[in-house]
């Protein structure tokens, strides 16, 4: 097996979505903890949580404009039929995304009128939690083999049918609780405070319960109703390998969580939902929208995806520094000691 | 629509880090607490409309394809290429703001200021790269089309088409001179009431100075353009100056209601020879007509007109307020002094945008019934999902919802002076300036 071009773009776009979930996914999270913050806390985790996105939210949320200009660039016939089959529930996560960052935003610089930043941490809230849930929708259809070229047999069949199943509702759900998880980890390394701390710590105890009852349904699920998915999980060659790694990670991720060691847990968790990723991927390589696309049929002509990743290597140049030089200012450890 | 409305906050997005920089550069240098009021302000604006303008952005690159997925197919491969570079260089904008905007106190002051400097730049540059994919649908180049598919591609060459340079230079100054001469505007209102009002002033000054050069210069990028588009879009030009029939010494039409059925334009003012003259600075030249093309390859004639028409007379207006302002520094007068002034330059405030907006509907609309010139057209490209009108009046009415709050919150955060009362009664004229 030897790459080619389109691998290596097909490999980027994994990369970028990694990075989408892995930081902006995280942000959703975070949304979806301000939702949920409750007791006598709430509004100091509220801080923390917006003091934790504040600054890298928009450059985290980049990383997904970069999936879909890589996907249309390179694969073309790919993105048309995405765009044609997920119309209904990309419209909605588009809505979802403008009012989270503007809600976001307006709550921030809203004043003093604290009913209208309340009103609008709502709605950054709740637009967190739907986003998420609905992107997962989206993985599903696709990873079912639902999404193609519409057949003409009615608005249902073409438009909601390759979307609205158990399988696909489950990874939205379980997308929900990767999110959550991620964001409750990160967050326990984000103040210094140990009431605070422990707020986060029995999130992400719950919420990392909450990702493994998930990933149960939908295995349960993708037996049922999504027989490539289940076949890809199983039968891939290396899938195994990679299943014993997430599990491993995460039960390195809750133990690190259940003794407090904070940026172990950190670490372990950005491994297991990459290696949840990645095992997605690899279940469905060399398709591309499976059952019937596959990335060498998608791709776009040799020139193209030659210039692109001449592009990308030189758009890593910048920013890779850059995103470095962004965390290091609002990331480390001394400088969240310096907030609190 | 979601691109008209976008537009408005791409431009400002473009225009304000400017400011922002040079109040804090102007900051930095002389100490003076108001330019600092500025700079945090102006940075504060740059944010919401960041934010905003980002997450209408990603409607827009998914929309695209929501909308128009045949013309993403086909053309993906092609105009990609612009479009990942203004990813990489919007990506450094959101980086550099984030931390211009929460590293007000962890970095150096020159630090700050570079980062403040690299949005202001890298948000040029990812202007320059949507608007180049803009100019290929007009020009499309770079590719050989066989059988309804492109074959052959050269993205560079893509890049590289005949309307980019023309309409990225256009582009850009729209955004300064708009971007300035609100902020100037606004500033230019309240001081009318509030004339000795220091904060205002250097408000005033600071849009002027971004605005007013390239209010003056769009004139000419506007002629560049002009002539480009004649010689690329005849039909495009034709239809801005409701030229029915091809002619030697065509004349320039200032009003007027293009009627497309009997090939006739009412109430218009024509100046003889004057369309010839501007384009091939040559009165007897032949102008091309919409009798050039078939019938059904004409855009709407009216809309392109009265619109061109529009962003002419603004344009004009806006320079003329440039001119003015100019020539009064020149010779040392107090701009915040002459009421008439300030009446002017307040109500140039909107007018960039309107002219924007205006620019938009003649590039856009002009070149209907292609979404690429003269390779495919806006039908065949649409989506076949049913329906559409739902999504367009949901995005529309979360469109117009957001504008109101966005408004909002500039004037409150921005806008309204601010509450330091020994800013109000500052201002000393220099002394032998003023008349």
Redesign the interface.
Same mark, same amino acid.
């Given at each position: 097996m030897s790459l080619t071009a389109a691998d290596l773009l097909a490999g980027a776009i994994l990369l970028a979505m990694t990075a989408y979930v892995l930081l902006a996914g995280a942000d959703f999270g975070g949304g979806v903890w301000d939702l949920f913050a409750q007791g006598s806390r709430r509004e100091r985790q509220r801080a923390v949580i917006a003091n934790a996105l504040?600054?890298?939210w928009?450059?985290n949320?980049?990383w997904?404009? %970069?999936v879909?200009?890589?996907l249309?660039?390179?694969f073309?016939?790919a993105?048309?039929r995405?765009?044609?089959a997920l119309?209904i529930p990309?419209?909605l996560i588009?809505?979802g995304?403008?009012?989270?960052?503007?809600a *976001?935003?307006?709550r921030?610089?809203?004043?003093q009128d604290s009913l209208a930043q309340r009103r609008w941490g709502r709605v950054f809230a709740i637009s967190s939690l739907v986003t998420p849930l609905l992107l997962g929708v989206g993985v599903g259809a696709v990873a079912a083999g639902r999404v193609q070229r519409?057949s003409g047999e009615g608005?249902v069949a073409? *438009?909601v049918a390759p979307w609205l199943t158990p399988f696909a509702a489950s990874v939205g759900g379980f997308t929900l609780a990767l999110f959550a998880f991620l964001a409750a980890v990160y967050l326990t390394n984000e103040t210094c405070e140990t009431e605070l701390r422990e707020d986060f710590r029995r999130r992400a105890l719950w919420s990392g319960g909450g990702v493994f009852v998930m990933a149960l349904v939908t295995l349960v699920l993708a037996w049922q109703g999504a027989p490539l998915v289940w076949n890809g999980l199983v039968t891939a060659p290396g899938a195994m390998p990679f299943h014993l790694a997430v599990g491993v990670t995460a039960t390195i991720a809750l133990g690190a969580l259940w003794q407090r060691r904070w940026r172990v847990a950190r670490l372990a968790a950005v491994a297991q939902v990459s290696g949840i990723l990645w095992g997605w991927a690899l279940s469905q390589y060399p398709w591309m929208l499976p059952p019937s696309l596959s990335i060498a049929d998608a791709a776009?002509?040799l020139?193209?995806l030659k210039?692109?990743l001449g592009?990308?290597g030189?758009?890593a140049i910048?920013?890779l520094p850059?995103?470095f030089? %962004?965390f290091r200012?609002?990331k480390s450890k001394a400088?969240v000691k310096g907030v609190s | 629509m979601s691109l008209g409305f976008h537009i408005l906050f791409a431009v400002v997005g473009i225009g304000m880090p400017l400011l922002m920089v040079i109040a804090e550069a102007r900051w930095r240098r002389s100490g003076d607490p108001i330019d600092l009021e500025l700079a945090r302000r102006w940075s504060r604006g740059t944010a919401i409309l960041f934010a905003v303008g980002a997450v209408s952005g990603t409607v827009l690159s998914f929309e695209l394809g929501l909308l128009w997925p045949g013309f993403m197919e086909l053309a993906g491969p092609i105009i990609g290429m612009p479009f990942s570079l203004e990813g990489f260089a919007f990506f450094t904008e959101a980086i550099f703001l984030g931390i211009y905007l929460y590293g007000w106190d962890r970095i150096s002051p020159r630090a700050h200021l570079l980062a403040g400097i690299i949005v202001a730049i890298s948000g040029v540059v990812s202007g320059v790269f949507v608007v180049i994919a803009n100019a290929w649908m007009n020009a499309p180049t770079g590719f050989t089309l066989v059988d309804g598919r492109f074959t052959d591609l050269d993205p560079l060459a893509a890049m590289a088409n005949s309307a980019a340079i023309q309409q990225v230079l256009h582009m850009t100054l729209a955004s300064y001179a708009a971007t300035g001469l609100a902020v100037a505007g606004i500033h230019a209102f309240l001081l009318r009431r509030d004339p000795l009002n220091a904060f205002h002033r250097r408000a005033l000054t600071i849009g002027l100075m971004v605005g007013a050069p390239a209010a003056l210069l769009q004139p000419l990028s506007g002629d560049i353009s002009a002539r480009n588009i004649a010689e690329h879009q005849p039909a495009k030009l034709a239809a801005m100056e409701a030229l029915f029939t091809t002619q030697a010494g065509a004349p320039f039409l200032i009003g007027g209601l293009p009627d497309m059925e009997s090939r006739s334009t009412h109430w218009g003012l024509e100046i003889p020879a004057g369309l010839s003259l501007l384009l091939h600075h040559d009165p007897k030249r032949v102008v091309t007509g919409l009798d050039s093309v078939p019938r059904a390859d004409w855009p709407h004639v009216p809309t392109v007109h009265l619109a061109f028409q529009t962003m002419i007379a603004l344009g004009s207006l806006m320079a003329l307020v440039a001119l003015w302002a100019l020539f009064k520094l020149f010779r040392g007068h107090d701009l915040a002094a002459d009421r008439r002034f300030l009446t002017l330059t307040a109500l140039a405030a909107p007018m960039g945008f309107i002219a924007i907006e205006a620019g938009w509907t003649v590039t856009e609309v002009g070149r209907q019934p292609w979404i690429i010139y003269n390779v495919m057209r806006t039908s065949a490209a649409v989506t076949p999902m049913p329906g559409l009108a739902y999504t367009f009046v949901t995005f529309t009415a979360l469109y117009f919802f957001l504008g109101v709050v966005v408004a909002w919150l500039l004037y409150t955060q921005i806008i309204r002076s601010p509450h330091e009362r020994e800013w109000h009664r500052v201002h000393v004229p220099r002394s032998g300036g003023t008349p």
């Open positions: 504040g600054p890298v928009e450059a949320h980049v997904l404009i %970069l879909v200009v890589l249309f660039t390179c073309p016939p993105f048309s995405i765009v044609i119309h990309l419209t588009l809505i995304i403008v009012l989270r960052g503007s *976001f935003i307006f921030s610089y809203g004043g519409p608005f073409d *438009f776009a002509p020139i193209t210039l692109t592009a990308l030189l758009g910048v920013l850059s995103l030089y %962004l200012i609002f400088q | -």
